[in-house]
């Protein structure tokens, strides 16, 4: 099976396509969603099992030699964002049931989920900058979509600025590629990776290599670029925030990651230092704005700031702990940042509202959702044995090895922030005087909880069951370190 | 709104025909030569607006009945299935098969399966194009 590592991009694919014939069969389309998402998590599991087995799978579209068809490949890293991509949507989908509302579910919400995960995929999965281009696009149509889905007047008003910032930056992202292609004359990424290397990274390719930074920045949202972000993501229901926050912004910090270790790591003193300084902008404007708001979306949102600057100070360290650090911190939190906004969800459903200042006394009516968001709180925050403790320590270690002592406390102290920032939710929300909840149905909470307790379930065992998982984990942080075992199985001879 | 469309009317039926076929004829120039099912569906698009503006909506409707969201869905599943097809024979994904025929009436023809995955690409384009009109046009 050759094209094993494509099935979990064409499987969503055909089965978004197959929804769009099911248009007012909402059951269908539901039973069809979570068909498709199964059998892709088989197949993407299947490809980790492979990929532990025989190293990185490669194939070129359509027979055509390397460095000139299409080649896609999967290594330990974009296996592992694969999997773990389709897990979290698997479990948003199924939250999306009873969340969501028919209105939206008529028109096109599911086949737009599937067609979003075949792009976010595509761009995990690709070894083509350009083809990575165009996966982008698919994904960003397909958010396009399911961000105004509904058309309230807020979504209406947000969405046209995500349509400009991101129709902005992918057109810098063509012009980007067309530069690169100007100077090495190649599109494939190994390529790109072995000619940058050959002709020694002159100062235009590093210029490239901060265009670039700008373009996937955007997406993710570093500093300065995240100012469209908090907005934007906010507007949409909750189900569509959660795959929003856990997954889109994942792909930028993907191809940074890529790229930052692929092409540009001749002149490792310019580039990885202009990373981390804004790694760390990053995490300080996302600590202000997490202890600054008291609307629990905005709250999460601008942890996912903090995150993003975590997992990009890892990476920038361009060490074994840091990288290992990186790989394990990112996947841990787009399980947890799922989690979270599946749990706040649940909480703004029970209580009507998304501001703090009018909730209290949850935990006398809903204690499992109190005890969820607590445990999901700790992980977030890092408290061993849950799943931020084991990425963090790596990511510190890594930054003390280099010997960035003020970046690594920045890491250290922003984890303080992070634990206030959620715990100051559950003090509000949970402790305090009960306040008057609007009757809400219990079967919808309950249908609610179970991907919410399915998901905190899994980011802690990611955490108690370190020990196996690490060897993933250690694998792909070495294919990150070692671009020529990249290349080399790219390119073959 | 009436007003008087018939030379408009007149040329439409003759011309729409001939910018369809010409469609199909750039449709099929498109493996060896400039075309193919993107710009073919573009055309055919272009002869259905023609159609939207001697006439209008409500009579383009009922001389093509076809759900366009449906026409984008069979559109795809034909350019995937033939892009998937390469899986059953364990070869790269979108590895195309051409051989040559000797069909009646043509001769000795080449025939290729990108041919059917262009003709999806032009489903998609015409489905997509008649859908984005109908909807921005019927909104009046």
């Known amino acids: 099976m050759i094209n094993l590592l494509l099935f979990p991009i064409i499987i969503p694919f055909f089965f978004a396509i197959v929804l769009l014939f099911f248009k007012e069969q909402v059951r269908i389309q539901r039973i069809l969603t979570v068909i498709g998402l199964s059998a892709s998590i088989a197949s993407a599991f299947t490809l980790v099992m492979k990929v532990k087995q025989d190293g990185i799978q490669t194939l070129t579209l359509g027979s055509w030699p390397a460095p000139f068809g299409i080649t896609m490949v999967s290594d330990m890293f974009s296996a592992l964002l694969v999997t773990s991509t389709l897990v979290i949507t698997l479990l948003v989908a199924i939250y999306s049931f009873s969340s969501i509302g028919e209105e939206r579910e008529r028109f096109f919400y599911y086949p737009a989920i599937l067609f979003m995960i075949t792009g976010v995929n595509g761009a995990f999965t690709t070894g083509d900058i350009f083809n990575m281009f165009v996966f982008f696009e698919v994904l960003l149509i397909a958010s396009y979509l399911l961000i105004v889905l509904g058309g309230e007047k807020r979504q209406l008003r947000e969405s046209i600025k995500y349509i400009l910032v991101n129709v902005i930056s992918s057109a810098f992202f063509v012009i980007t590629v067309a530069y690169l292609y100007s100077i090495v004359g190649t599109l494939n990424m190994a390529d790109i990776g072995q000619k940058i290397a050959d002709i020694g990274q002159p100062g235009i390719v590093s210029v490239i290599g901060v265009l670039l930074l700008l373009v996937f920045g955007i997406k993710a949202g570093i500093f300065p670029l995240y100012f469209w972000m908090p907005g934007s993501y906010a507007a949409p229901p909750v189900p569509i925030l959660a795959l929003f926050g856990a997954l889109l912004t994942k792909v930028g910090v993907y191809a940074i990651t890529r790229t930052y270790t692929l092409f540009f790591v001749n002149d490792l003193a310019f580039t990885h230092t202009i990373l981390m300084v804004l790694s760390l902008l990053t995490i300080v404007a996302g600590c202000i704005g997490a202890l600054a708001y008291f609307d629990l979306k905005q709250i999460i949102i601008y942890n996912i700031l903090i995150a993003i600057g975590v997992i990009l100070f890892g990476v920038s360290m361009m060490n074994e702990a840091g990288m290992q650090g990186a790989v394990f911190y990112l996947i841990h939190d787009m399980l947890i940042k799922g989690a979270l906004f599946l749990i706040i969800g649940i909480m703004i459903y029970v209580t009507g509202t998304s501001n703090l200042r009018e909730m209290g006394g949850l935990i006398k009516t809903h204690a499992p959702l109190g005890w969820l968001f607590l445990i999901a709180a700790f992980g977030l925050a890092g408290i061993p044995p849950l799943s931020g403790f084991v990425g963090k320590l790596l990511i510190v270690q890594g930054g003390f090895e280099h010997g960035q002592l003020f970046g690594t406390i920045v890491i250290l102290a922003s984890s303080l922030v992070v634990l206030l920032s959620v715990i100051r939710i559950f003090i509000y929300a949970f402790w305090g005087e009960p306040v008057a909840l609007q009757p809400t149905n219990r079967k919808t909470y309950k249908h609610m909880m179970f991907p919410a307790v399915i998901l905190v379930a899994l980011s802690v065992l990611y955490g108690v069951g370190t020990e196996w998982i690490f060897p993933y984990v250690s694998d792909a942080a070495h294919v990150l370190l070692d671009p020529s075992s990249y290349i080399n199985a790219v390119l073959k001879e | ?140």
């Open chain 2, 1 to 140: 709104m009436k007003k008087n469309n018939v030379i408009l009317q007149t040329t439409t039926k003759v011309t729409f025909f001939i910018i369809s076929l010409f469609s199909i004829h750039i449709f099929f120039a498109g493996h060896f030569a400039p075309g193919g099912g993107f710009v073919g569906g573009l055309l055919t698009t272009g002869a259905i607006v023609l159609l939207l503006l001697a006439f209008d909506l409500e009579t383009v409707q009922a001389t093509l009945p076809f759900n366009f969201t449906i026409v984008i869905g069979v559109g795809l599943l034909l350019s995937l299935g033939t892009a998937a097809g390469s899986i059953l024979f364990n070869v790269p994904f979108f590895t195309h098969a051409f051989a040559h025929f000797d069909l009646p009436l043509f001769g000795d023809t080449e025939l290729h399966t990108a041919m059917i995955f262009d003709s999806g690409v032009y489903l998609v384009v015409v489905g997509a194009a008649i859908t984005i009109i109908q909807s921005i046009g019927g909104d009046e």
